[in-house]
């Protein structure tokens, strides 16, 4: 009876912390890849937003977003779209999509204002553990194109900025949080809980 008891108790503690347990993979085995070109061509129908919904954050006034582009995500986002082609990624393809985002969490960030440059001189940091990350890269927007909101007045213009980080600092099952400063101090926040990605 005790080594039945125990047994139970071991099934419990495994269904606790390992049956959810995500984390974005940085290193992604064959299953991993295999598993995301399967979701990417199952889900080869489904809009870009509800696609990518694990890997979106949206900012506190809900119509700004930043999405992180991990290696799981990158491959089931071109699996999805070779499917609409009817075709299959190569494994030369994966291997390329992989290796373009080594060592980064990249982000982008679709962001809004009221000229076509609003976004020219914006800076992005990444807080961890009460540290600041600074980028590698920044890609800003500087033609942001005019966005429909369903506003008429003022017009309002859409930016897609990118912001790579090195992720050698980061641990991939914990929170980030992206910030995005403009010039003038106005922050957007985008918090990433990377244990619930893959």
């Known amino acids: 009876m005790r080594q039945k008891v125990l047994f139970l108790w071991i099934v419990f503690l495994f269904f606790i912390f390992f049956q959810d347990a995500h984390a974005i993979y940085y290193f992604p085995s064959d299953e991993q890849i295999k598993e995301a070109i399967e979701y990417g061509e199952k889900n080869k129908d489904a809009d870009y937003i509800s696609f990518l919904s694990e890997w979106v954050s949206v900012s506190g006034d809900e119509y700004e977003w930043a999405a992180l582009n991990t290696k799981f995500s990158i491959v089931a986002y071109e699996a999805k779209q070779a499917a609409l082609s009817s075709r299959k990624l190569t494994e030369t393809q994966i291997f390329q999509l992989i290796s373009e985002v080594e060592d980064i969490l990249s982000f982008r960030v679709v962001l809004y204002g009221n000229s076509s440059g609003f976004a020219r001189d914006y800076q992005a940091v990444l807080l961890y553990k009460n540290k600041v990350i600074q980028p590698v890269n920044e890609q800003n927007d500087e033609h942001a194109r005019p966005a429909n909101l369903g506003i008429r007045i003022p017009v309002t213009y859409r930016a897609t900025c990118r912001y790579d980080f090195p992720n050698y600092l980061i641990e991939p099952d914990e929170?980030?949080?992206?910030?995005?400063?403009?010039?003038?101090?106005?922050?957007?926040?985008?918090?990433?809980?990377?244990?619930?990605m893959r």
């Not at 929170?175 to 619930?196: D, G, H, M, Q, Y």
Request: overall charge positive.
């Open 175 to 196: 929170e980030v949080i992206l910030v995005i400063v403009s010039p003038l101090n106005k922050e957007r926040r985008f918090v990433f809980n990377l244990k619930e």
